[in-house]
Structure formats: structure tokens, C-alpha cells
């Protein structure tokens, strides 16, 4: 076994994760917004703040895009995003179509009744297919509102009929290189039932869709208890799993930041990848990505926050000893196979990253680098007054 130090400097060369566009914007609950002064308003503005992040961290060189909040043009806005891309040194990540804020989604977008909405969707898809060739991106990341919030008020097994159909034409549009992946959740907005409610209906329309199409698994997405590390664990062994969304959640889709309510949770995640990994030589082609958005704290100050909570984390689960713990499973070991994963999460690996962090040039604080730059000075500065003018009332 090699020595914990080398063995987190090994993980960490790999471990690359994600931020979101919308982590950087204003948003909000239901019942309103509470609008930041430094929050950005444009896309550019997300970019400068997401090379920020990456500048602090070094692990964040994509940024995940939405649609219609980032490139309101479609297609062609992508000229824009690219020279975004080189001015500010971070890539397009994940596309992320919205199939879910235009009215005539009311009843949803590929499970809608009416074939017309079901194609001005499946046009939105292939678009935004087309955007992530352009910007040589190469995950679609599929959520869908879609869903009814009364029993008896949709044909569930024709819906299901039509998302398959959907996805098939999607899957049929990527490219060799692409991937689509398909999310699930189990409630919100429809409070009835959800056309993709769980892991096995995400999987069962992934696999029907292509060879192309994988799961995606956004944490908050399941019900209160549930083993998202066991979820975790069969789509690898199955060669399903596609990616993550990271966020913590204490009641529902909280979006609360990664590890804030059980990091432990978090941790066996990445046990169950590492373990996988281990036991097959191979590596888990998985993107890993953040979907939180932060309402109260400052925006660019969580997202470092929620980076390098991810990497220690991630870092944690490397120090298990695979060999020692499969002994210990098969001799029937409970208390020593389980310590194995308790002392791995209990030892403090923030020195060992920070040297890391230094090893590449890095700061060996990312917050505190970041809250001396005198960036968030200048974007307080020079974006407030247009905060202040955003609209914030839920009716
Ligand atoms: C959903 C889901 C999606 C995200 C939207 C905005 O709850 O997590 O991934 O795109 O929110
Ligand atoms: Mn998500
Ligand atoms: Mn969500």
C-alpha cells in the first residue's frame, strides 16, 4: 500500500468537478428572491466568475450552461460563448436544455399530450445537441418537469411511451463522441407523479434511447433514507452511470451545498467508485458535476466552498484499502471492514491538499485567495446598481 499522501495525490490529479452558471446568478425560492450585489446578471459575467473559481481551486475548467439563461439566441449564440471560453479561460461544460419554463410546457414537454409541444421540444433538444457539437462539449444533460399533480389526470404508460420514443430521436442526433444523460427525480414541480421519478426509469429510458444515453444522479433527487451509494454502485455495475449533480439536502431538493448535512454520504459515493474502479482496472467515465444554487451565501465564495468540500471528500475515499477491506468482507470482519471506511473519512486530509495545492502552483487556501484578489470588491462595485433593478417578487 502506498503512502496516504501519495495515494491522495493520486486521486486528486484526476478529480476535476463541474460548477454550474446558475450557481452564480440571482435565484431564489418559490416565494421570492433575495438579489446579491455581486451576483451576475450576464453570461460573461458567470464566465469571469467561474475562472475565478477555477483560478482559486484548479479543479474547475468547465462550466455547465443552461440553454435559455445562457445562450437566450440558441445555436447562435454559440459564437459568443466560445470567445467567452478563450477570454476567460474556462470551457463550456455540460448543455442543459430547458424543457420546463416556456407556457406551453404546462403539461409538460416530451410527455405532453399534445404532439406538437412534443416536437417544438424534441427541436429545443436537437438545438441544444447541436450547441454542445459547436462548443465541443460533450454531455446533454436531460431534466424534465414533466409530470402530473393529480391522480387521474395523465396517461402515465402513453407518456412513458412517448419519452421513449423521444429520447430514441434525441439519442439519434448526437455524435459518436456525445452522451445523453438522463435525470431523475422523484417530485417537484408535479407533486403527483413524475414522468422520470427514479433511478430505474431513468435506466430503463437510457438504455432504450442508445448505447450513448447514461444516468444522471443528482443527490437531492430521492426520497428521505434512501441509499443513493447502493443506486450508485449497481449503475456502475451495469455501465450506467453518466454523472452527478452534486448538492446536499436536509428536507427536499434543497440544493444545499455538497456535504453541509452528510458528508459521510457524500464520501461513500466516492468509495463505491474508487472500489469499482479497483476491482474492474478501469476508470469510471463519469462527469462530475455541481447543481446547487445559493440563495444567502455569496455566490462565488460557496462555490469554492462546495469545491474544495468535494475534493476532501473525494480525497477521504481514496485512502481506503481496497485489499484490506475485500478480506475483511469475505472473512465476514464487520467492525475491521467497516473502520475501514470510518478511519479514511475521520482522518483530517486538509494538509495533504493543501501541499498538493502548492505542488501545482496553487493556493493553498482557495477562499482566502480569493477573498484577497479584490475581485469581489470590483464586481460589487461595478454590478450592483443593475442588481438592484432585477425583479424579485414570486407574484
Ligand atoms: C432541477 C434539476 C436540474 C436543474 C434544474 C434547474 O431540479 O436538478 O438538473 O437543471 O433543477
Ligand atoms: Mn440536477
Ligand atoms: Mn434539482
Redesign the pocket.
Known sequence: MTSPETRIFEALEAFRIEIPS?GFANTGTRFGKFLQPAAATTTEEKFSDAAEVHRATGICPTIAL?VLWDLPNGVASTKEIAALATRYGVQAGSI?PNLFQEQIYKHGSFGNPDASVRGHALGHTKDSIEIAQRLHSRDI?M?FADGSSYPGTANIRQRKGWFESGLKKAHSHLSPEQRLLV?Y?PF?PAFYHTDIADWGMAMHLARTAGPQAKVLV?T??HYHSQNIEQIVAWLLSEQMLGGF?FNDRRYA?DDLTIGSIDPYQVFRIFHEIRYYEWETHSHADIAYMI?QSHNLKGKIEETIQTVTVAQQLFAKAALINHEALTQAQERGALIAAESLLQDAFNTDVRPAIQEWRHSKGLPRDPLKAFLESGYLERITKARSRRNAQVVSSYA
Do not use: V
Open positions: 446558475w443552461h442543459n444533460s431534466w435525470e427525480k417537484e443528482d437531492g433527487h449533480h431538493d447543481d
